[in-house]
């Protein structure tokens, strides 16, 4: 029984982790990072960023988990976390994400004040537009949401103050929200449906979705292909950068003529993941390419 006690506050912390998607809030952070590099911001800019776009972000995230959490417990693939879960009350995950959140927002206001604004912008079209307004309305809800997943480039480009071509990660996040979103719920249709959630597979079907993430998919490409036009970087940048758009284009734009759509579906959520990586790596080391 001691041994049980003294390890419940590590898995406190841990379910309160898992309540922020630390993976993807990863990949969100990492995704404004491009903007300070292209723009060569100094060390106080980079690091007021990464402090309140993790705090944001990860205040965000539990804020969604508290208003979805009713049917993340009809859905077998998030049934476990914590809130469906039991693990955390919805009360104290509420308050976690609000002070998170403010945290974030507060040292934004005094580093950068347009900062705050594009931080803003972020929650309010995650929270009260993508989730609580149109998440179970209309399937085009992730194209609106998409914007709440571009903020945090938006953000690293108003800590650079707006200098360069800072607005290109933004613009390839804005596109890759739905074609990442949509991979997946393709995958898993039925349990989008058995939540009642109209995400576009389950209102258009899965060809058609298939078609639109093809659609997308090459539309990234072509922007992550044609990007070293507009930052001026040498050969290796545009190896890097076509590499990643070939790698997008590869999984994406075949997917409607798949034989296995669900299995090609998940291949092609895991690979516009990657290539977002990869292009967003090649931006932030685009001076020295």
């Known amino acids: 029984m001691g041994r049980r006690e003294r390890r419940r506050p590590a898995e406190r912390i841990r379910e309160y982790v898992r309540l922020t998607k630390q993976k993807q809030t990863a990949l969100l952070l990492y995704s404004g990072l491009p903007p300070l590099s292209l723009a060569g911001a100094g060390l106080l800019d980079v690091l007021g960023y990464l402090a309140s776009v993790w705090l944001a972000v990860s205040g ?13 417990a009809l859905m077998e693939r998030t049934r476990d976390r914590p809130l469906p879960a039991g693990s955390i009350p919805p009360g104290r995950a ?5 002070i ?8 934004a206001l005094f580093l950068k004040p347009p900062a705050a604004l594009t931080i803003a912008l972020g929650f309010l079209f995650d929270i009260p537009v993508y989730t609580i307004l149109l998440k179970r309305r209309t399937p085009l809800s992730i194209v609106l949401g998409g914007v709440a997943g571009a903020a945090p480039a938006l953000t690293g480009w108003a800590f650079s103050d707006f200098r360069g071509p800072g ?3 933004a613009l390839v996040v804005l596109g890759w929200v739905p074609c990442h979103i949509w991979t997946l719920a393709i995958h898993y249709v039925e349990d989008y449906a058995s939540a009642g959630i109209p995400m576009l597979p389950v209102t258009l079907g899965e060809h058609a979705s298939a078609k639109a993430v093809s659609a997308v998919g090459l539309a990234i490409s072509a ?3 044609a990007s070293p036009l507009a930052v001026g970087g040498g050969p290796l940048l545009w190896a ?3 590499g ?3 790698l997008l284009a590869w999984r994406t734009a075949p997917l409607p003529w ?3 759509l669900r299995g090609e579906a998940m291949r092609a959520f895991k690979a516009v993941n990657a290539s977002l990586g990869v292009y967003l790596t090649a931006l932030i080391l685009s001076p020295l390419l």
Request: proline fraction near 2%.
């Open 60 to 72: 965000t995230t539990a804020l969604n988990m508290y208003f979805d959490r009713d049917v993340d």
């Open 100 to 107: 998170l959140l403010i945290a974030g927002v507060s040292i």
């Open 258 to 260: 798949a034989g296995d």
């Open 94 to 98: 509420l308050c976690f994400g609000l």
């Open 240 to 242: 890097a950068c076509l």
């Open 223 to 225: 922007l992550m292909a």
């Open 244 to 246: 990643s758009a070939l």
């Open 167 to 169: 607005y290109l990660p």
